[in-house]
Structures are given as C-alpha cells and as structure tokens.
C-alpha cells in the first residue's frame, strides 16, 4: 500500500531533550516536506526536499533541523525541544514537487513540557 | 512573500444546502492554488488544484472551485453539502519562481465545516 508513515504518533518530551520525528514513503517520491499544525494558524511548513541531500527552509525553520539522505526518508530532528514546539507535525510526499499533490502522514502529536 | 487568507473559521451549513468557502491570496505572478480537505484525526487530502487555464476547476467528492484573477481569489464550492463533507478545509499556494521554489507551499488558516442534518 502506498503510503506515508511517521513515528512516532505521540509523542511527550522534556524541553532540550533531543528527539527525532521519522518520516517515511513508499512511493518513490521525490518531495517530502515537513508542517506542523496549530490551532487557528492551519499548517505552516517547516522545512522540504526537493530531492536526496537538497532541503530548503520553509516558513518557519526556526527550532528543527532536517536531512535527507535517502529518496524514501526525510527525518525532522528537534536538537533541543522548547514547550512553542509542542504541536502537530504532518510530513507529506508528492512525486515531483510541492506543486503537485501532496500525500500525508497520519500525524505526529507533540508536548513539550 | 506569498501569503493566504480564509476569512471565515467556522461554517455551519445544512445538509442539501450549497457552500462556498473563501480564500484569498497575495502573489504577485499567478499563483498555483490548492484546497486540501482534512477529517478529524486525519491527515491532508488534495480537493482540487489550479496551475493555468480554465479558471473553473473541478475536483473531487463534487466540489469545485474558481480563480479570479482581479479578485485575488480561489473560492471553494459545492451545490449539496452531505454530512459526509464535514472536515476542515484548508486553501493553499505554491510559487513558481525557479530553482527550490517549487517546494515552498503556503497554508490558509483553515475553516472548519460543520453540516446540520
């Protein structure tokens, strides 16, 4: 089945403990991106991949740190997680670019405390 | 930059009854405009999309949506809501300035869609 995957889904953190959000697909794609989602700002993107070792930063980079070493993974690492940073996360893949349509994870559910 | 703007963040329609969620952009070329569609505890689904031509664009589950160019709009619409179509709609555009541009997508807000039996 074609698909994005994220692990983990939950996840509650202390702030400046580093963790790693992963971020998966099977499609070959190669556009990953990475968004979070708050409440009454809909989903801003945080960084994406045009292609194996090519990212660029999104709107709001500030905080997280990316890397992409292989086409199928696209990992969002938090070196040292703040409470601003608890949010939803969604990756998404699209087989070109970010023009076209996007597939998304089921979501990654973040607190930072 | 390019930015985007869904005014209303909450509608409340009854079921049978037609809808149009607005959105609004600022881009100074064309743009390319998205709606993606997301159920409660769901991720993204892609709606419908606008690169060029007929500004009438149709898309899934029976919606459509219509660039206008003058009014800096691309406002989502179905003739008959089902309870089904209950989610959070979100309004989206992507730039086409070269190089890693392509990637960069900016988000609406978002509305949420409550349907009224």
């Known amino acids: 089945e074609a698909q994005v995957t994220q692990n983990p889904r939950y996840l509650i953190t202390v702030t400046g403990k580093k963790l790693t959000v992963t971020c998966s697909q099977n499609m070959n794609h190669e556009y990953m991106s990475w968004y979070r989602q708050d409440p009454g700002l809909g989903l801003r993107q945080i960084y994406y991949?045009?292609?194996?070792?090519?990212?660029d930063k999104g709107d709001v980079p500030e905080g997280y740190k990316v890397s992409r070493k292989e086409k199928r993974n696209f990992p969002l690492i938090l070196e040292s997680p703040s409470p601003n940073q608890t949010s939803l996360y969604f990756c998404?893949?699209?087989?070109?670019?970010?023009?076209?349509?996007?597939?998304f994870g089921p979501g990654t559910r973040l607190t930072v405390t | 930059a390019q930015s985007v703007t869904q005014p209303d963040i909450h509608i409340t329609v009854s079921e049978g009854a037609s809808l149009e969620l607005r959105c609004n952009y600022s881009y100074g070329a064309t743009p390319y405009l998205f709606w993606y569609v997301q159920s409660p505890g769901q991720g993204l689904q892609l709606l419908l999309k606008?690169?060029?031509?007929?500004?009438l664009v149709q898309g899934i589950k029976g919606f459509e949506a219509e660039f206008k160019r003058s009014q800096s709009s691309f406002n989502l619409r179905k003739p008959s809501v089902h309870w089904s179509d209950a989610a959070e709609y979100f309004c989206a555009v992507g730039i086409n300035a070269g190089g890693t541009s392509y990637g960069k997508l900016t988000f609406g807000q978002g509305t949420i869609l409550t349907v009224h039996p």
């Open positions: 606008y690169f060029s031509g007929d500004t």
């Open positions: 991949s045009m292609n194996v070792e090519v990212t």
């Open positions: 998404a893949s699209s087989p070109v670019t970010g023009l076209y349509e996007q597939y």
